[in-house]
C-alpha cells in the first residue's frame, strides 16, 4: 500500500526497500538530492531530517526512517565513498539508537571488506570459436555489457570462470547470436552466467566449398571450411 501503514495484505521484504531505493538514486537524481537536506521550513514549521547518520556518518546522504508499533524502528540508509555507493537496510529494531548502531554497522561492513570489480568489459572477447561449413575459420566470442560486481575482497581472488559452448558452431552465423554462456562461480556467492554473443558473422560455405571442408574433415580433422 502507498501509506506504509501496517495492513493484512501489505507485504514488503528489506530486499525490496533495497531494491526501491536504488531505483531512486538511479532514475531520480535530482530528487534524490532532497533526501541529503537536514532539515527545511513550511509555513513556519521547523521539519528536522530523522535520519540519524546525516551529518555523523561520512557518505551519508539519505534514505528514509521508519517506525510503526508492528515493524518497528527500520532506516533505508545510503553512503558514498570514492565513487562507490552503498544502500544498507534495516528493520524491526527496538529504537533509534539501534536503528543507526546497525546501519553504521552494516555500511562498514560493506566499504571495508567489499570491493567493487570491473570483470568484463562491454564488447570484451572472451574466446574464439572454430566455424564448421563457414566461409571464415573461426569468430571472436564476446559479452555484450560490463560485468561489475560488488565482492568481498577475499572472495575476488577465488573467482573462477567456465566458458560453456558447442564447437565447431555450425555456419551460417549472425553477428549477436548467443553461442554459449559464461558461468562465473565463487565461495559464498550464488554462480553467475553471462550469455556469450557471436562478436562477427559468419556466412555458408557454397556446395562445392562444403565438399571441400568436409573431405578436409575426413582426411585432416579440420574443423572447419
Do not use: C
Amino acid at each position: 500500500n502507498a501509506t506504509g501503514w501496517p495492513d493484512p495484505e501489505h507485504q514488503m521484504t528489506a530486499r525490496d526497500l533495497a531494491t526501491l531505493a536504488r531505483f531512486m538514486v538511479r532514475n531520480y537524481p535530482d530528487y534524490y538530492a532532497l533526501f541529503a537536506e537536514t532539515e527545511f521550513t513550511w509555513q513556519g514549521i521547523r521539519q528536522p531530517n530523522r535520519n540519524p547518520l546525516l551529518g555523523s556518518y561520512r557518505g551519508a546522504d539519505g534514505l528514509k526512517t521508519g517506525h510503526t508499533e508492528s515493524a518497528g524502528y527500520g532506516l533505508v540508509a545510503s553512503a558514498e565513498r570514492d565513487g562507490r555507493r552503498l544502500i544498507s537496510v534495516v528493520n524491526g529494531l527496538g529504537s533509534d539508537r539501534e536503528r543507526a548502531a546497525e546501519s553504521r554497522r552494516l555500511l562498514n561492513i560493506g566499504f571495508q571488506e567489499f570491493d567493487n570489480y570491473t570483470l568484463l568489459s562491454a564488447g570484451q572477447t572472451v574466446d574464439e570459436a572454430d566455424v564448421w561449413l563457414g566461409d571464415r575459420d573461426r569468430i571472436p566470442l564476446v559479452v555484450a555489457d560490463q560485468l561489475r560486481l560488488t565482492l568481498p575482497r577475499d572472495v575476488r581472488q577465488g573467482l573462477e570462470a567456465k566458458l560453456h559452448y558447442q564447437n565447431p558452431v555450425p555456419a551460417p552465423v549472425e553477428k549477436g547470436a548467443q553461442i554459449g554462456t559464461l558461468r562465473l562461480t565463487a565461495p559464498e556467492m550464488a554462480p553467475i552466467e553471462i550469455p556469450v554473443l557471436a562478436g562477427e558473422s559468419a556466412g555458408k560455405l557454397g556446395f562445392f566449398g562444403r565438399i571441400s571442408a568436409a573431405f578436409n574433415y575426413l582426411l585432416w580433422g579440420a574443423s572447419s571450411g
